[in-house]
């Protein structure tokens, strides 16, 4: 499955270093989110862009910067990270948010981050 | 508010036998229902949906209906194979909203 590639895959960093996590979807949606996967936690959804505007923070540390220049791409800048943010990262897309037939949510691999 | 639990894992079981993953919701609205899978070292694939009630989602031999009354979208597999081991996630979405809910996963492990 390709539709929705993540990169890095992997990222070792630490608190004081700024690096970004890219997404790019090949699926032609509108909607793209960012998730958060700790061990031992529920799947926690980030951010959701629709048609490149963000319509739900959920009430994310603003050390975590999302960024969407257009519907295939999405970012999410990292600096002055903590030990406790080390995580898997997945980003998804789908055709229409909220909407019945459309809104089937589509995972890329991850970008499995390392915070020392 | 909206809601999904799974049953606690970590679920094992010999090749061929029959699987079941309970999960059940709690809604405000009217969801649609999804079971994601989750291979070792990869991201969330989707396995199968429903949509509305009685509706029954299938694929690769998985199985689940979309049961109102008892407000259940329970994971079934008549013979599981080694390569089914994977946490297995169902969540929710109410049409309308943004947000996907999802159960805590269950670890399934298959052995030969």
């Known amino acids: 499955e390709t539709g929705v590639t993540q990169t890095p895959r992997h990222l070792v960093m630490g608190m004081t270093n700024k690096k970004s996590l890219k997404c790019e979807q090949h699926?032609?949606?509108?909607?793209m989110y960012w998730y958060k996967q700790s061990a031992k936690k529920p799947l926690e959804l980030m951010f959701v862009?629709?048609?490149?505007?963000?319509?739900e923070n959920n009430s994310v540390p603003s050390r975590f910067s999302p960024e969407c220049p257009n519907s295939s791409h999405l970012f999410l800048h990292l600096h002055t990270l903590q030990p406790e943010d080390s995580a898997l990262y997945l980003c998804?897309?789908?055709?229409?948010?909220?909407?019945?037939?459309?809104?089937?949510?589509?995972f890329g691999p991850g970008t499995r981050l390392l915070v020392l | 508010g909206n809601s999904v639990t799974q049953m606690e894992g970590p679920v094992t079981l010999s090749e061929e036998a029959f699987l079941t993953i309970n999960c059940t919701y709690t809604a405000t609205g009217y969801p649609s229902l999804f079971w994601y899978v989750q291979y070792p070292g990869e991201g969330l694939q989707l396995l199968l949906k429903a949509t509305k009630a009685d509706d029954k989602g299938s694929n690769k031999g998985f199985e689940a209906t979309y049961r109102k009354e008892t407000t259940s979208f329970h994971l079934e597999k008549g013979s599981v194979q080694v390569s089914d081991s994977a946490v297995y996630f169902c969540a929710l979405l109410i049409q309308g909203a943004q947000k996907l809910v999802f159960g805590q996963g269950t670890r399934l492990t298959i052995n030969p």
């Open positions: 998804a897309s789908s055709q229409v948010p909220g909407l019945a037939g459309k809104e089937t949510q589509y």
């Open positions: 699926l032609g949606h509108n909607a």
């Open positions: 862009y629709n048609f490149k505007e963000q319509t």
